[in-house]
C-alpha cells in the first residue's frame, strides 16, 4: 500500500499539500518523502538517477533486532526530483547496495533469506520503469555481497556461501542480465567468503578468498584458472585488486599475540599464481580499514598497516611496509609511523596512478587531535614533516594530488569543525575558518570548485560551501532538519541529496524518513 502512495506525494500536488504540514525546512530546497527505514544511497555513474534502498521499521525498536523480510527499492529522477514507476519490494534481507550499470539502465539488488537451506535472490530492476525485470534469480546459499558486473554489463556475478553442518562452500553464479538467467554452473570453492569479490579491468578474471583459499575464475567459462591458493592464516577482509587490474592482494594474520605475523600474498590475475614469494611482517593487521592494503603507483606498489609490539619494552608502534607488487620484494626500510597505534584511523591515496600515500593516526586516548604522514612509495620516503590536525577524517581532493582533512575540534567531544587541505609535498596549503558546530561528512565532486561540510547542529545539520583549493569560504550555511542517514553530491556538484528523518510529527509514523534536495548554487 504504501509502495503505491510514494509517487503519489512525490509527483503530484498532493507534495505541495504536505510541504504545508510538512515543510522542507531549507529555503528552495525540494523534498521527496520515502517509505521505510534507509539502507543505502547509490548515484547512477552520470548522477541522473538516485536509487534508496528502505527496509520496514525494526518492530521490537532498538531493544532486540529483527532482520526485515523485504526491502524497497526507490528509484528517482534527479532532473525531475521525481518518484519513477511504483517503489519495488525485493523479498530477504538486503545484501550490499544497489549496484548500477555503466549505462544506468538496470539496477541490481542481492537479498538473502534464512531456512533449512539459506537462499539467495538478484532481483534486476529497468530504472526507466522502476519495474522488475523477469523473476528474481534464485539461488543456494547467502549472498557474499552485491553482484559484480562484466564490463559491458552482460553477464552478473553473484557469491553465495552454501553450509552442509560445519562445512562451508563458496558457489560463484554467472548471470546473462539480458535473459535474467544464470549461465552454466557455479564455482565452488572451499570456505567462507571474506570480504567482496573482485574482477579485473575487463572483468575476464574474478579473484575471491574464503577462510580456505584464493580463487581466480575466468569469466569466459567460469573456470578456475589455476589449482586455489591455500590461506596462510586468517584473512583481513577480502581481495583488493590493482587499479591496472592485473594483479590482487590477500593480507593474513598469523599466530596469537604478541608473537603474530602477518602474511602479504599477491596474486598474478592472468595465471593465477602466487606473485614471488608471500612477504612475512612481525605484528598484526589492525581491525579497521586502515588495516587493509592498498596500491598506489598505478598498482606498481603495494602498501600495508601493521601494528607492531615489542616485548622487551612492552611497546606498540605502527609500522608502513611497501612492497614492490611486481616481484614482492621490500620497498625500502618498514617505515615506524607517529601517533598512538590504538588510535590509528585512515589511509588515502587520491590518485592510485600516484605515488602518495596519506596516514592519519591518532595522537592521545581522548580523540581530539592526529598526525598525518606523507610517505613516497616509489622509493619508501617520509614527504616533508607529519602535520598535526584535529581528530577526524580524510577526503581525496578532486585534483588526486591532496586531501582534505575534515577535523572537529573542542575535545573527544567536537564542539567545531576545521577543514584543511594538504597537499602531496606534505604541506598545509589552506585552512577554513572555524565553524562552530561537530563535523558530519565532507562532499566533494570531480573537477568542482568548491567542497561541502555538513555539521550537526541539535536536530538539524548545517552545509557550508569552502574553496576546493584553499578551504576558504564564507558562506551562509544553509540548514536542513533531521539526522543524516546518508549524504551524496551528482557527479556535476549542483546537488546534495541529504536522506534524513526530518518529517514533521504528522508524518513521522507513515513517512518519518525524506531526501532533502538542496541546490549547491543556493549556498553563497
Given at each position: 500500500m504504501f509502495n503505491v502512495l510514494v509517487p503519489l506525494i512525490n509527483n503530484t500536488p498532493v507534495r505541495d499539500l504536505l510541504n504545508i504540514v510538512d515543510p522542507p525546512g531549507t529555503p528552495g530546497a525540494t523534498v521527496i518523502r520515502l517509505a521505510g527505514t534507509p539502507s543505502s544511497a547509490v548515484l547512477s555513474p552520470t548522477g541522473n538517477l538516485l536509487f534508496e534502498l528502505t527496509v520496514p521499521p525494526n518492530p521490537l525498536g532498538g531493544i532486540f533486532y529483527v532482520p526485515p523480510t523485504y526491502s524497497t527499492l526507490t528509484v528517482i529522477n534527479t532532473a525531475t526530483n521525481t518518484v519513477v514507476g511504483v517503489p519495488v519490494n525485493v523479498r530477504g534481507v538486503p545484501i550490499g547496495a544497489p549496484v548500477i550499470s555503466a549505462d544506468g539502465t538496470r539496477a541490481y539488488q542481492s537479498s538473502s533469506v534464512a531456512g533449512g537451506v539459506n537462499t539467495t535472490y538478484v532481483t534486476v530492476i529497468d530504472t526507466a520503469s522502476g519495474?522488475?525485470?523477469?523473476?528474481?534469480?534464485?539461488?543456494?546459499?547467502?549472498?557474499?555481497?552485491?553482484?559484480?558486473?562484466?564490463?559491458?554489463?552482460?553477464?552478473?556475478?553473484?557469491?553465495?556461501?552454501?553450509?552442509?553442518?560445519?562445512?562451508?562452500?563458496?558457489?560463484?553464479?554467472?548471470?546473462?542480465?539480458?535473459?535474467?538467467?544464470?549461465?552454466?554452473?557455479?564455482?565452488?570453492?572451499?570456505?567462507?567468503?571474506?570480504?567482496?569479490?573482485?574482477?579485473?579491468?575487463?572483468?575476464?578474471?574474478?579473484?575471491?578468498?574464503?577462510?580456505?583459499?584464493?580463487?581466480?575464475?575466468?569469466?569466459?567459462?567460469?573456470?578456475?584458472?589455476?589449482?586455489?591458493?591455500?590461506?596462510?592464516?586468517?584473512?583481513?577482509?577480502?581481495?583488493?585488486?590493482?587499479?591496472?587490474?592485473?594483479?590482487?592482494?590477500?593480507?593474513?594474520?598469523?599466530g596469537n599475540f604478541p608473537d603474530n605475523t602477518v602474511v602479504v600474498t599477491l596474486v598474478d590475475l592472468a595465471s593465477g599464481s602466487v606473485i614471488g614469494t608471500p612477504t612475512v611482517i612481525e605484528g598484526?593487521?589492525?581491525?579497521?580499514?586502515?588495516?587493509?592494503?592498498?596500491?598506489?603507483?598505478?598498482?606498481?606498489?603495494?602498501?600495508?598497516?601493521?601494528?607492531?609490539?615489542?616485548?622487551?619494552?612492552?611497546?606498540?608502534?605502527?609500522?608502513?611496509?611497501?612492497?614492490?607488487?611486481?616481484?614482492?620484494?621490500?620497498?625500502?626500510?618498514?617505515?615506524?609511523?607517529?601517533?598512538?597505534?590504538?588510535?590509528?584511523?585512515?589511509?588515502?591515496?587520491?590518485?592510485?596512478?600516484?605515488?602518495?600515500?596519506?596516514?592519519?593516526?591518532?595522537?592521545?586516548?581522548?580523540?581530539?587531535?592526529?598526525?598525518?604522514?606523507?610517505?613516497?612509495?616509489?622509493?619508501?620516503?617520509?614527504?616533508?614533516?607529519?602535520?598535526?590536525?584535529?581528530?577526524?577524517?580524510?577526503?581525496?581532493?578532486?585534483?588526486?594530488?591532496?586531501?582534505?582533512?575534515?577535523?572537529?575540534?573542542?575535545?573527544?567531544?567536537?564542539?567545531?569543525?576545521?577543514?584543511?587541505?594538504?597537499?602531496?609535498?606534505?604541506?598545509?596549503?589552506?585552512?577554513?575558518?572555524?565553524l562552530f558546530s561537530p563535523p558530519i561528512a565532507l562532499l566533494a565532486s570531480p573537477g568542482g570548485s568548491r567542497v561541502y561540510q555538513l555539521t550537526a547542529v541539535g536536530s538539524h545539520i548545517q552545509i557550508f560551501a569552502l574553496d576546493a583549493v584553499t578551504a576558504a569560504g564564507s558562506s551562509v550555511p544553509v540548514s536542513v532538519g533531521g539526522t543524516v542517514n546518508s549524504a551524496l553530491i551528482t557527479p556535476d556538484g549542483t546537488k546534495i541529496y541529504d536522506t534524513n528523518n526530518g518529517s514533521s510529527p504528522l508524518l513521522s509514523l507513515s513517512f518519518p524518513y525524506r531526501v532533502t534536495v538542496v541546490k549547491t548554487s543556493a549556498i553563497r
Amino acid at each position: 500500500m504504501f509502495n503505491v502512495l510514494v509517487p503519489l506525494i512525490n509527483n503530484t500536488p498532493v507534495r505541495d499539500l504536505l510541504n504545508i504540514v510538512d515543510p522542507p525546512g531549507t529555503p528552495g530546497a525540494t523534498v521527496i518523502r520515502l517509505a521505510g527505514t534507509p539502507s543505502s544511497a547509490v548515484l547512477s555513474p552520470t548522477g541522473n538517477l538516485l536509487f534508496e534502498l528502505t527496509v520496514p521499521p525494526n518492530p521490537l525498536g532498538g531493544i532486540f533486532y529483527v532482520p526485515p523480510t523485504y526491502s524497497t527499492l526507490t528509484v528517482i529522477n534527479t532532473a525531475t526530483n521525481t518518484v519513477v514507476g511504483v517503489p519495488v519490494n525485493v523479498r530477504g534481507v538486503p545484501i550490499g547496495a544497489p549496484v548500477i550499470s555503466a549505462d544506468g539502465t538496470r539496477a541490481y539488488q542481492s537479498s538473502s533469506v534464512a531456512g533449512g537451506v539459506n537462499t539467495t535472490y538478484v532481483t534486476v530492476i529497468d530504472t526507466a520503469s522502476g519495474n522488475v525485470v523477469g523473476k528474481p534469480i534464485r539461488l543456494d546459499g547467502w549472498s557474499a555481497g552485491s553482484v559484480v558486473l562484466s564490463a559491458d554489463g552482460h553477464y552478473a556475478y553473484q557469491a553465495t556461501t552454501i553450509s552442509v553442518g560445519s562445512v562451508f562452500t563458496t558457489a560463484v553464479s554467472a548471470i546473462d542480465t539480458k535473459k535474467v538467467a544464470t549461465v552454466g554452473d557455479p564455482v565452488s570453492v572451499q570456505g567462507w567468503i571474506r570480504g567482496s569479490m573482485v574482477r579485473n579491468l575487463d572483468a575476464t578474471r574474478l579473484c575471491l578468498t574464503t577462510t580456505d583459499e584464493v580463487a581466480v575464475i575466468d569469466t569466459s567459462d567460469m573456470s578456475l584458472v589455476a589449482p586455489p591458493i591455500a590461506v596462510d592464516g586468517s584473512p583481513n577482509g577480502g581481495v583488493v585488486a590493482s587499479p591496472d587490474g592485473t594483479r590482487a592482494v590477500v593480507t593474513t594474520d598469523r599466530g596469537n599475540f604478541p608473537d603474530n605475523t602477518v602474511v602479504v600474498t599477491l596474486v598474478d590475475l592472468a595465471s593465477g599464481s602466487v606473485i614471488g614469494t608471500p612477504t612475512v611482517i612481525e605484528g598484526f593487521t589492525n581491525s579497521t580499514a586502515a588495516g587493509i592494503p592498498i596500491f598506489s603507483d598505478g598498482g606498481a606498489r603495494l602498501n600495508q598497516i601493521t601494528g607492531a609490539y615489542d616485548q622487551n619494552t612492552k611497546t606498540s608502534s605502527t609500522v608502513l611496509t611497501i612492497i614492490d607488487s611486481s616481484t614482492g620484494n621490500l620497498v625500502g626500510a618498514p617505515i615506524a609511523l607517529p601517533g598512538n597505534d590504538t588510535r590509528f584511523m585512515a589511509v588515502q591515496v587520491p590518485d592510485p596512478a600516484d605515488s602518495h600515500l596519506f596516514v592519519a593516526s591518532g595522537i592521545t586516548q581522548t580523540y581530539d587531535s592526529m598526525v598525518i604522514t606523507v610517505v613516497d612509495t616509489s622509493d619508501g620516503t617520509v614527504v616533508g614533516t607529519p602535520l598535526v590536525t584535529g581528530y577526524g577524517t580524510l577526503v581525496s581532493a578532486p585534483g588526486g594530488n591532496s586531501v582534505y582533512v575534515s577535523a572537529g575540534f573542542g575535545g573527544s567531544t567536537p564542539t567545531g569543525t576545521e577543514v584543511s587541505v594538504v597537499d602531496s609535498d606534505g604541506v598545509t596549503t589552506g585552512t577554513s575558518r572555524p565553524l562552530f558546530s561537530p563535523p558530519i561528512a565532507l562532499l566533494a565532486s570531480p573537477g568542482g570548485s568548491r567542497v561541502y561540510q555538513l555539521t550537526a547542529v541539535g536536530s538539524h545539520i548545517q552545509i557550508f560551501a569552502l574553496d576546493a583549493v584553499t578551504a576558504a569560504g564564507s558562506s551562509v550555511p544553509v540548514s536542513v532538519g533531521g539526522t543524516v542517514n546518508s549524504a551524496l553530491i551528482t557527479p556535476d556538484g549542483t546537488k546534495i541529496y541529504d536522506t534524513n528523518n526530518g518529517s514533521s510529527p504528522l508524518l513521522s509514523l507513515s513517512f518519518p524518513y525524506r531526501v532533502t534536495v538542496v541546490k549547491t548554487s543556493a549556498i553563497r
